[in-house]
């Protein structure tokens, strides 16, 4: 295998670890990340690797609690002024979340597929993964509170509805389904339909 250099001189090297190792992930999978191998890729000794991550999972919990910074950061950007539903949000928060998954499927893996790391042992991570969980359910009970959400238990209907969209994700990335023609199409199809059964 050709290592691929990528001269580090100056700068934030612990951004520039993660960059490395997000892309490693994403060519080879996370077996291809060591911190000798993203040293060598950095022109980097791995003393000054080891500054800033003191193993390989180290750094892997490092990469995928940004993706879930990443992810809630796109979703908190939603726009929904003039939307033309009540629960617009919820719709495109879905399919924010699965354009994320689909953009960058090793880093989703990582965050919540086979790869997962087990979060109960990185606070860090949990409250990361955790804080999406929360704004979702904060966002089905405003509109449980406006009527438009039928008034079941918030934190379900955020785990069917997390599901949902979960589960289409990763049939997609995992090519356990023929990507559609319109993806998108699919995505607005499954949210819909999903919103549909919990409305009020």
Known sequence: MTIRKRPYHHGDLRAALLDEATRMIAEEGTESVTMRAIGRRLDVSRSAAYRHFPNKEALLVAVATQGFTRLHALLQAIDVAGADSDVAQLRQMGETYLRFAVENPARYRLMYGNEALKRERYPQLQSAANGLLEEL???????????????????????????AVHGLASLVIDGQMQAPHDLDALTRLTTQTLIEGMKS
């Open 137 to 163: 359910v904060q966002i089905i009970m405003s509109y449980q509170r406006a009527g438009a959400i039928k008034n079941h238990d918030a934190r379900s209907l955020a785990y069917v509805a997390w599901s």
